[in-house]
């Protein structure tokens, strides 16, 4: 086998595109270079904390036990010189992984030596506990294993090491090969450092991870499937979308993993027997800053949850959103990461569904009123039906928020999906009146936030979006970002919620450490800083956009029609 010169840190192989994260420098030789090489050690932390360099995606070993030596022959006649130089306990103890796992006749002659596993492997998963590895010294699991720590002993000389080399000498290697490597930022194209193409490639590593264990996927609209493929994808599998429930349950079982699911589409049958036959379900829902435009126009999200204990809008049980912020030890790098992204939605007039700012803001009538805005919801979202306490209409809110503000000055938002004729929710505007100063249609949230001191919300994510952005903040329902100090809570907040969080914590949780983003220019798994700077730079496509003019004239009938 001849080792193909390429860089230690490489992309996944998503479909459809070759991404470049480092390249190798032609005129800087690994084994030779200047005197001011960085220290090895900060070189390699980001790389041993992410787990990341090499083949980091492919299938892990899951072996019930860590190999004490692991063995990577790389030609014909390796085997036998390498099982040659072991002592004997340690080769009873050895797997051999062959670097070529396509070599069948080397597969086969590891195989007469000891253990073997043939086929693509993550070194991640069987390099940090082992004792030795013994390999070619070309082979860039000699770079892995000693940035992960492990000795290593050279079988034949290459660009990482010869048999002489003592381990600082193999160290010194391995740094000047990443000092070698060209970063590039993929969303943009431009130099990055190695710290940070650590952190996206260990993003993704976590994304490829959680979902090797989604087998099937139903009740996904059908304009929304090919983004959940990339949401879910995991390298060498196509997503198979079911037709109904039980067909989704059938393919988990034959495969041994869960179903992900709408959560609207979670029937007590489909519970029942899920938990029957030991299937986990995963639900999917749309993210907390999803795209420019209504998914009632078939705009696909660029922002989604993938929650494996229930749903962040249903307080009846824990979801991941509850566990993240009632156990994470928020960092002052975490709490800053949000604080700036926060900064920067607000900036860039950022809410769920538009950037900008809106069309028509009124005047408010009196500074020394207090301003109140009240959201109006769709009826029967799920949100709401989960999480409003049994109160669900949008006039009844805008009753109890006036008998709890008398005298402010109180404006009323329909919801645009509500508006667009798509959904239930719709209040004449004079029962609004009633009750409400002034109607206010047309535009972006975040520029109504800008203006004004307080909300009241049912379940609407505009109470969080109000939060971030230092306004009061009244709950009638409970809502995922009630019962940690921040509101006021008129609904009945579950006990697992007892921890007090300050907005940056409670903006790390869900901003950054709960929803995945997607990239709607390179259509690549992305840091949330990403997605909300395509929608500042209004840089993100609707690749569904010549459904929208239909979908619009749809709703301006079924609004008629209502």
Request: proline share 8%.
């Given at each position: 086998m001849t080792f193909a010169p390429q860089p230690l840190l490489r992309a996944p192989p998503f479909p459809g595109r070759?991404?470049?994260?480092?390249?190798?420098?032609?005129?800087?030789?690994?084994?030779?270079?200047?005197?001011?090489?960085?220290?090895?050690?900060?070189?390699?932390?980001?790389?041993?904390?992410?787990?990341?360099?090499?083949?980091?995606?492919?299938?892990?070993?899951n072996l019930t036990t860590p190999p004490a030596v692991i063995v990577r022959p790389a030609r014909r006649g390796d085997p036998v010189a390498m099982a040659a130089s072991l002592d004997p306990a340690d080769r009873a103890g050895a797997l051999w992984v062959p670097a070529d796992p396509e070599d069948r006749a080397?597969?086969?002659?590891?195989?007469?030596?000891?253990?073997?596993?043939?086929?693509?492997?993550?070194?991640?998963s069987v390099l940090p506990d082992a004792g030795l590895l013994v390999a070619h010294g070309d082979d860039e699991w000699v770079a892995l294993a000693r940035i992960a720590g492990v000795a290593v002993r050279i079988h034949s000389a290459g660009q990482f090491g010869t048999p002489e080399d003592s381990a600082a000498t193999l160290d010194t290697a391995v740094a000047r090969h990443l000092a070698a490597s060209r970063y590039t930022d993929p969303f943009t194209g431009a130099a990055a450092t190695l710290g940070e193409v650590a952190a996206l490639l260990g993003l993704w590593r976590r994304l490829i991870a959680a979902n090797r264990t989604i087998a099937a996927a139903c009740g996904?609209?059908?304009?929304?499937?090919?983004?959940?493929?990339?949401?879910?994808?995991?390298?060498?599998?196509?997503?198979?979308?079911?037709?109904?429930?039980?067909?989704?349950?059938?393919?988990?079982?034959?495969?041994?993993?869960?179903?992900?699911?709408?959560?609207?589409?979670?029937?007590?049958?489909?519970?029942?027997?899920?938990?029957?036959?030991?299937?986990?379900?995963?639900?999917?829902?749309?993210?907390?800053?999803?795209?420019?435009?209504?998914?009632?126009?078939?705009?696909?999200p660029s922002s989604v949850v993938v929650d494996r204990a229930g749903i962040h809008f249903d307080p009846a049980g824990p979801s991941d959103l509850e566990t993240i912020l009632a156990i994470t030890d928020f960092t002052p790098a975490m709490r800053a990461r949000a604080q700036a992204l926060c900064r920067t939605i607000i900036a860039a007039g950022i809410s769920k569904y538009a950037a900008g700012p809106a069309a028509v803001v009124p005047v408010r009538q009196s500074a020394n009123r207090r301003l109140v805005l009240v959201p109006a919801q769709v009826e029967d979202d799920m949100s709401v039906l989960a999480g409003g306490g049994g109160l669900h209409s949008n006039l009844e809110l805008l009753r109890?928020?006036?008998?709890?503000?008398?005298?402010a000055e109180i404006w009323f938002r329909p919801h645009p999906d509500v508006d667009a004729g798509h959904r239930k929710g719709a209040v004449p505007d004079a029962d609004v009146l009633r009750y409400a100063d002034r109607i206010v249609r047309?535009?972006?949230?975040?520029?109504?936030?800008?203006?004004?001191?307080?909300?009241?919300?049912l379940t609407s994510l505009t109470g969080f979006e109000a939060l971030i952005r230092g306004l009061d903040v009244t709950c009638h329902g409970t809502p995922f970002y009630a019962g940690w100090g921040l509101t006021r809570d008129l609904g009945t907040v579950p006990d697992r919620r007892g921890r007090r969080l300050d907005v940056?914590?409670?903006?790390?949780?869900?901003?950054?450490?709960?929803?995945?983003?997607?990239?709607?220019?390179?259509?690549?798994?992305?840091?949330?800083?990403?997605?909300?700077?395509r929608m500042a730079q209004a840089d993100a496509p609707n690749r569904l956009g010549w459904v929208a003019p239909l979908r619009r004239w749809q709703g301006r009938f079924m609004a008629r029609w209502r």
């Amino acid at each position: 086998m001849t080792f193909a010169p390429q860089p230690l840190l490489r992309a996944p192989p998503f479909p459809g595109r070759t991404v470049t994260v480092a390249s190798l420098a032609p005129d800087s030789p690994v084994r030779d270079g200047a005197d001011d090489l960085p220290d090895p050690q900060t070189l390699f932390a980001p790389i041993r904390a992410e787990q990341v360099g090499g083949d980091f995606w492919a299938e892990p070993a899951n072996l019930t036990t860590p190999p004490a030596v692991i063995v990577r022959p790389a030609r014909r006649g390796d085997p036998v010189a390498m099982a040659a130089s072991l002592d004997p306990a340690d080769r009873a103890g050895a797997l051999w992984v062959p670097a070529d796992p396509e070599d069948r006749a080397l597969a086969a002659e590891a195989a007469r030596c000891g253990a073997v596993h043939a086929t693509p492997v993550d070194p991640w998963s069987v390099l940090p506990d082992a004792g030795l590895l013994v390999a070619h010294g070309d082979d860039e699991w000699v770079a892995l294993a000693r940035i992960a720590g492990v000795a290593v002993r050279i079988h034949s000389a290459g660009q990482f090491g010869t048999p002489e080399d003592s381990a600082a000498t193999l160290d010194t290697a391995v740094a000047r090969h990443l000092a070698a490597s060209r970063y590039t930022d993929p969303f943009t194209g431009a130099a990055a450092t190695l710290g940070e193409v650590a952190a996206l490639l260990g993003l993704w590593r976590r994304l490829i991870a959680a979902n090797r264990t989604i087998a099937a996927a139903c009740g996904m609209a059908w304009w929304k499937r090919n983004e959940i493929r990339r949401f879910l994808w995991v390298p060498g599998r196509t997503l198979q979308f079911a037709r109904t429930a039980a067909h989704a349950l059938r393919l988990a079982r034959k495969a041994g993993g869960a179903v992900a699911i709408w959560p609207s589409r979670v029937s007590p049958a489909l519970l029942e027997q899920a938990g029957r036959q030991n299937t986990a379900l995963v639900r999917v829902e749309d993210g907390f800053v999803r795209s420019v435009g209504l998914g009632s126009n078939l705009v696909p999200p660029s922002s989604v949850v993938v929650d494996r204990a229930g749903i962040h809008f249903d307080p009846a049980g824990p979801s991941d959103l509850e566990t993240i912020l009632a156990i994470t030890d928020f960092t002052p790098a975490m709490r800053a990461r949000a604080q700036a992204l926060c900064r920067t939605i607000i900036a860039a007039g950022i809410s769920k569904y538009a950037a900008g700012p809106a069309a028509v803001v009124p005047v408010r009538q009196s500074a020394n009123r207090r301003l109140v805005l009240v959201p109006a919801q769709v009826e029967d979202d799920m949100s709401v039906l989960a999480g409003g306490g049994g109160l669900h209409s949008n006039l009844e809110l805008l009753r109890r928020a006036r008998a709890l503000e008398p005298d402010a000055e109180i404006w009323f938002r329909p919801h645009p999906d509500v508006d667009a004729g798509h959904r239930k929710g719709a209040v004449p505007d004079a029962d609004v009146l009633r009750y409400a100063d002034r109607i206010v249609r047309g535009g972006g949230m975040a520029a109504l936030l800008d203006r004004v001191d307080a909300v009241h919300v049912l379940t609407s994510l505009t109470g969080f979006e109000a939060l971030i952005r230092g306004l009061d903040v009244t709950c009638h329902g409970t809502p995922f970002y009630a019962g940690w100090g921040l509101t006021r809570d008129l609904g009945t907040v579950p006990d697992r919620r007892g921890r007090r969080l300050d907005v940056d914590e409670l903006a790390a949780g869900v901003l950054i450490l709960y929803p995945r983003y997607l990239d709607p220019v390179t259509s690549l798994p992305c840091p949330p800083e990403v997605l909300i700077r395509r929608m500042a730079q209004a840089d993100a496509p609707n690749r569904l956009g010549w459904v929208a003019p239909l979908r619009r004239w749809q709703g301006r009938f079924m609004a008629r029609w209502r």
